[in-house]
């Protein structure tokens, strides 16, 4: 057996971090009491480990998300600030850090790597190379497949579509499905998470024995559009979820929401799958296995759908972290904040790699292994947009599990306490002056501790 641990990422796009399978006592904190998943592969991650949840994604867009995590950066360091940027490869990544400490650093799916270009090559392209990967088999997301086939350039899934004969009726479902809750036509076999789910499988029973290794598996889903297959869709019927909050459409939002559960249940599927083969190849006992999200999704919530928001429902993601194998405490819930690229420095830590560059990351093993101190007093989430009025509009988000402070540039300052209103329905800032202070402060500083030489600098300015 490798003395250094395999590590294994189950990566959504677009999960809602309260559609969890969590304990009746979180659902209800979460105002998600009503709901019920079929997700036993994700719930046997949850006992055997650490559920954070309060974790958030830095930025929630898929292409800086990633790039958040790829580098252990928060977004203003990233590099990457909307889709329509690629991944910076003179930027240190964790995946090129474990390859260069003796990892087989690989993966399959929707790594969003390289998104400005729609380009996939055969799955492992130039950037993952210069970034550091010894193998992947990258695709398209949900959409991606559909801009790069009307370009004459379809991407592996859509190549595979194609081949197939389904590549046109596919572009002609999701080109006028918009917000519909029909199924696809597609068979089961040709749905994009199934056969990310088949290549996942095969590549996981190739897997090196002699050396440890890194794999991550991106699905399609839960993203937008809602297409489900059939079967998929038949699993769903008579079952009803919570409304969305604040929503006028609560019936019609119904069938998207029963679509957008059966993408995740069909996940969970595939994700046991993928750990009986793991366990088929005798490498489940020195495996690091983790699931988490890029951000998360409104679902209607205040008539809204997609992401690029502050609210909860947008930049609230699920995390767990399965070390039961390698000292990890089981059935633990980590309730105060972490970021997504909090898995960078886990995911070295674990490795026993010490970076040889500054990141914005921080490991949560220690809350894998049972403590209960506070590794980050705030989670930050953030983004600057395209605005058809001016040049850009952005906005910041800081919580620290209970109040929540939203910022946008010329619009009053948006406050709300998650124990109270977990929807963001009443803004209390004008009174808790004091909250919005203490938040500001911390997102302004990014809760971290001021260098000493400036405090002392600062300090300089305030002498009588």
Not at 377 to 391: K, T, V, Y
Request: a negative charge; proline letters at 6%.
């Amino acid at each position: 057996m490798n003395s250094k641990p395999n590590i294994l990422l189950f990566f959504s796009d677009q999960h809602r971090g309260d559609w969890m399978p969590y304990d009746a006592s979180v659902k209800k904190a979460q105002g998600v009491s009503g709901l019920e998943l079929h997700t036993p592969n994700i719930r046997t991650m949850m006992d055997r480990g650490t559920t954070f949840t309060n974790a958030y994604s830095p930025a929630p867009v898929c292409a800086p998300a990633r790039a958040c995590l790829a580098s252990g950066q928060r977004y203003r360091n990233c590099r990457v600030y909307q889709n329509n940027v690629n991944y910076d490869p003179a930027l240190p990544n964790f995946y090129g850090t474990l390859k260069e400490n003796g990892y087989y650093v690989t993966g399959t799916g929707k790594f969003d790597l390289n998104k400005a270009d729609l380009y996939w090559g055969d799955g492992f392209h130039e950037l993952m190379q210069q970034m550091g990967f010894s193998s992947a088999y990258d695709s398209e997301g949900k959409m991606d497949t559909i801009w790069a086939a009307m370009q004459g350039k379809p991407g592996p899934y859509g190549r595979m579509l194609e081949g197939a004969g389904w590549l046109e009726v596919h572009k002609q479902d999701m080109m006028t499905r918009g917000g519909k809750d029909i199924p696809t036509p597609l068979p089961d076999e040709y749905y994009a998470d199934n056969w990310i789910g088949e290549k996942s499988k095969a590549l996981l029973a190739d897997m090196p024995k002699d050396q440890p290794w890194f794999m991550q598996i991106n699905f399609s889903g839960p993203h937008d559009p809602w297409d489900v297959t059939r079967n998929m869709k038949e699993a769903m019927k008579d079952r009803r979820f919570p409304d969305a909050a604040d929503c006028t459409i609560t019936e019609k939002n119904q069938g998207v929401r029963q679509n957008y559960a059966a993408m995740i249940e069909n996940i969970d599927r595939i994700i046991g799958e993928c750990i009986d083969t793991l366990k088929a190849q005798g490498m489940l006992e020195n495996t690091l296995i983790v699931y988490g999200a890029d951000h998360g999704e409104m679902m209607g919530d205040h008539d809204l759908y997609g992401k690029s928001k502050p609210e909860q429902g947008s930049i609230h993601i699920p995390m767990v972290i399965d070390a039961s194998h390698l000292g990890g405490r089981p059935g633990r819930c980590y309730t105060t904040p972490v970021e997504l690229q909090d898995l960078a420095a886990t995911f070295l830590d674990y490795a026993g790699i010490d970076p040889a560059y500054p990141m914005d990351s921080k490991s949560l093993r220690p809350a894998v292994e049972g403590s209960d101190a506070i590794i980050r007093q705030f989670a930050i989430s953030e983004l600057i947009q395209n605005n058809r009025n001016g040049p850009i509009t952005s906005f910041g988000a800081v919580t620290d599990g209970k109040w929540k402070l939203i910022l946008r540039a010329g619009q009053p300052d948006r406050l709300y306490n998650l124990e109270q209103d977990p929807f963001e329905c009443s803004n209390v800032a004008s009174e808790n002056p004091e909250q919005v202070e203490r938040l500001r402060k911390g997102f302004t500083d990014r809760g971290e501790q001021l260098n000493p030489i400036i405090q002392l600098y600062i300090k300089s300015f305030n002498a009588v």
